[in-house]
């Protein structure tokens, strides 16, 4: 059984920094890809940004591009995501998901096209 483990939550304020880290556990990860979603209250989760395990760059919400990097260590099975110049926007619990299945041509930027999720964090931006 896959398990995601997202640590780094917190209190930021506007225009501050967090790094979330997302660790995951149980099978090996050659295919599919990693990929970090947000719901804030009263919304649908939403995609932030998703990367492949196998190679390429890293894509991205439009919401979060230029501001969000995010970075993965296939040796360690983590993927990090460096968030820079939040906006109060932001704020929402943070989910890291893992998909098992090969990636196609395009970004998967679905919820239902991951088959694993953790238990989330939650990211504050106080303005």
């Known amino acids: 059984q896959v398990q995601l483990v997202e640590s780094g939550g917190g209190l930021v304020q506007a225009g501050g920094s967090l790094r979330l880290s997302c660790a995951a556990s149980g099978r090996t990860f050659n295919n599919g890809a990693m990929a970090w979603f947000r719901q804030a209250p009263g919304k649908d989760r939403e995609f932030v940004a998703t990367i492949t395990w196998s190679g390429g760059r890293p894509y991205y919400a439009d919401s979060v591009k230029d501001r969000f990097t995010f970075s993965r260590d296939n040796a360690k099975n983590t993927a990090d995501l460096q968030m820079n110049s939040l906006k109060p926007e932001d704020t929402a619990v943070y989910y890291c998901?893992?998909?098992?299945?090969?990636?196609?041509?395009?970004?998967?930027?679905?919820?239902?096209?991951?088959?694993?999720w953790g238990r989330g964090t939650q990211i504050t931006v106080s303005s």
């Open positions: 998901a893992v998909r098992m299945r090969p990636v196609l041509n395009t970004p998967v930027v679905t919820t239902r096209g991951y088959d694993f």
